[in-house]
């Protein structure tokens, strides 16, 4: 018995042992091959410093080969140059010199993800979906996200060409825009009816939520109680992951909101709702659809979740990664991508994007539409109801009149947010 416990102790011994050489032997490898590939890297960079056709400093091959890596990784992972991480924290607080865009890259392609309203883009017609092939006759192919954004900003009143090729088009065409201080205003709103808030949210910068919470305190000031709410986050490119939360946080007044994850589970971090005075607890109705992406889909994804709002429109652009800015010592930064985010029921939404309860398609207005149907209103010396003349309470003033008429999605979600309370009740 005692040379069986002897001879098992010997094997184990043994077995460590070859376990132990084993990982010592594959951690001298994984140094080894870490040491090679840096080597074979320097090799090359010596060889392009010796032979290359022109001069190029270590300073621009360095920044290059660190582009070209973050490049390989994903669309949304960047490096930055000084001068294009300041314009990127501009970019969140502050105004710039552009055309009011956002874009990103598919498969090399530089492609629109939304324009920002009211900007040269929007009032040129470019649209979510959109390639841009060329900036001012150069391809965009070749460059890197951070180089197409520096291109296409510039100073208020220059000129820019892009060559577009629209989403449903089979031929490019060049559009020339003058580029405008493009002001960061997140929020606009407007009433569409008695008590019934339209809030539409343009992108997520660091104001977002306090313009959000001014724009409701205005109503309430002024209009009165709010009824109904229509959240519309159609064309929104998304911001600040902060914003997303506490713009959800504004509607949902507890529990999970997002979270977020990275490569290691401990990694997760939750982010969720509380109970707070500028609540808005009224019905409400959210519009997407294929330029809302990243903390635009944040909050539909958390409203659809929490069963908060029923959301219409398109299925949205399925941007579910979090990307991480890092500063680097010379002024540069990069842009990496360190996480997916969650929506509260665990969904991931990466290239897969809000799908919404009610799937509507915008319509493109005609200039003639309703101008063939005749209704009683239309008629000269119409009575107005209850005898008034300078219309009813319920009816929306001129400006949300004209929106409605052109916006299929926006009548339709008007019509919910009113129905609402009553199919609750029916439930």
Same mark, same amino acid.
Request: aromatic share 4%; glycine share 8%; hydrophobic share 35%.
């Given at each position: ?39 074979r890297f320097s090799q090359v960079m010596s060889l392009v410093e010796d ?53 990103? +890259?598919?498969?090399?392609r530089l492609m629109v993800v939304s324009p920002i309203d009211d900007t ?140 977020? +994850? ?13 109970? +707070? /005075? ?66 509260? /029921? ?22 003639d539409d309703d101008k063939s149907v005749i209704r009683e209103k239309d ?49």
């Amino acid at each position: 018995m005692r040379i069986r416990r002897w001879l098992f102790m010997v094997s184990v011994l043994v077995l460590l042992s070859a376990f132990a050489g084993t990982l010592c032997a594959d951690s001298a490898k994984d140094k080894e091959d870490r040491y090679d590939a840096l080597k074979r890297f320097s090799q090359v960079m010596s060889l392009v410093e010796d032979y290359y056709v022109r001069d190029i400093g270590r300073k621009e091959l360095v920044d290059d080969a660190i582009k070209g890596l973050l490049q390989q990784l994903d669309p949304h992972s960047s490096f930055m140059t000084p001068e294009e991480f300041r314009d990127m924290q501009v970019s969140t607080s502050g105004e710039f010199g552009g055309i009011g865009i956002e874009i990103t +890259q598919d498969n090399g392609r530089l492609m629109v993800v939304s324009p920002i309203d009211d900007t040269p883009a929007h009032k040129a017609g470019l649209k979510s979906g959109d390639l841009i092939l060329e900036i001012e006759g150069q391809p965009t192919q070749d460059l890197s996200l951070t180089e197409a954004v520096g291109k296409i900003r510039g100073p208020r009143g220059s000129k820019i060409t892009l060559t577009i090729l629209h989403k449903d088009s089979q031929k490019p065409e060049k559009v020339t825009m003058v580029r405008d201080t493009i002001p960061i205003v997140s929020v606009r709103s407007e009433e569409l009816d008695k008590g019934v808030l339209y809030l539409r949210l343009t992108k997520f910068n660091e104001n977002t939520t306090r313009e959000l919470h001014d724009r409701i305190a205005e109503f309430k000031k002024t209009r009165g109680p709010i009824n109904g709410v229509v959240l519309d986050l159609r064309n929104n490119p998304g911001g600040l992951l902060n914003q997303a939360v506490s713009v959800a946080d504004t509607f949902i007044n507890e529990g999970l909101i997002v979270y977020i +994850q990275g490569k290691d589970a401990s990694t997760r971090k939750d982010y969720n709702a509380g109970s +707070q /005075s500028s609540d808005l607890a009224a019905p409400m109705v959210t519009l997407i659809n294929a330029g809302s992406a990243s903390a635009s889909e944040i909050v539909a994804g958390a409203l659809q979740d929490r069963k908060r709002s029923a959301i219409l429109g398109e299925r949205s652009f399925g941007k579910g990664s979090v990307q991480t800015v890092i500063p680097l010592s010379d002024g540069s930064g990069i842009k990496l991508t360190t996480a997916l985010y969650y929506t509260p /029921s665990g969904r991931s939404i990466q290239a897969e994007g809000i799908v919404p309860d009610i799937a509507v398609a915008f319509e493109q207005p005609r200039e003639d539409d309703d101008k063939s149907v005749i209704r009683e209103k239309d008629l000269t010396r119409h009575l107005e109801r209850n005898g008034e003349n300078n219309g009813s309470a319920g009816e929306a003033n001129g400006k949300a009149e004209a929106m409605l008429k052109r916006d299929n999605q926006l009548r339709l979600a008007l019509e919910l947010v009113r129905q609402l309370p009553r199919l609750k009740a029916l439930n």
